[in-house]
T-cell receptor, first 110, second 114 residues
């Protein structure tokens, strides 16, 4: 699985939307974009994934550019409990191997 | 409640003393794997299992063994632990290895080898 690029850290005010970018310029056609987050040192938690269409679930929205070289995870109304490290991952899904980078540390503040 | 359970959560041991970290999932998942997490290195896969009796090496398998005798359990064995295996360990499971599904992670085991 190829590597993704994310900003090291971001801040967001509580109640505002948090937009976390991810570059995956070498993504191949059969690779999905997955997002996970890790709160403190707990086990990573799945958020959302997509192939080329935008996706939304109860936690977040995922916007993937048409050329699939980048994506944005949107937390529509960030709360203090959303403070975590967010990982953007490419995966073909086969063997379910997830290659985690260092992610983006999101700090939600009052 | 669907979950992946690891035990123990914290462990301090001495070099060379064999230990086992257990992992169990109650979701009938086929795919299970072990990761270790170290500062600045992210999560790295140690071993994975596609199904019962099918295991394979991940990116950092040296010093570890696994077994998959039953679908729900995937223990991680350190035959002769060394200080460089001090790390935070996570077990994960997915429904099938060949489907794009989410992975469920355990709460982690913090291992210190002195």
């Amino acid at each position: 699985d190829a590597k993704t690029t994310q900003p090291t850290s971001m801040d967001c005010a509580e109640g505002r939307a948090a937009n976390l970018p991810c570059n995956h310029s070498t993504i191949s056609g059969n690779e999905y974009v997955y997002w996970y987050r890790q709160i403190h040192s707990q086990g990573p938690q799945y958020i959302i994934h997509g192939l080329k269409n935008n996706e939304t679930n109860e936690m977040a929205s995922l916007i993937i550019t048409e050329d699939r070289k980048s994506s944005t995870l949107i937390l529509p109304h960030a709360t203090l409990r959303d403070t975590a490290v967010y990982y953007c991952i490419e995966s073909t899904g086969t063997a379910s191997k997830l290659t985690f980078g260092t992610g983006t540390r999101l700090q939600v503040t009052l | 409640e669907a979950q992946v359970t690891q035990n123990p959560r914290y462990l301090i041991t001495v070099t060379g003393k064999k230990l086992t970290v257990t992992c169990s999932q109650n979701m009938n998942h086929e795919y299970m794997s072990w990761y270790r997490q170290d500062p600045g290195l992210g999560l790295r896969q140690i071993y994975y299992s596609m199904n019962v009796e099918v295991t394979d090496k991940g990116d950092v398998p040296e010093g570890y063994k696994v077994s998959r005798k039953e679908k729900r359990n995937f223990p991680l064995i350190l035959e002769s632990p060394s200080p460089n295996q001090t790390s935070l360990y996570f077990c994960a499971s997915s429904l099938k290895a060949t489907m794009n599904t989410e992975a469920f992670f355990g709460q982690g085991t913090r291992l210190t080898v002195v």
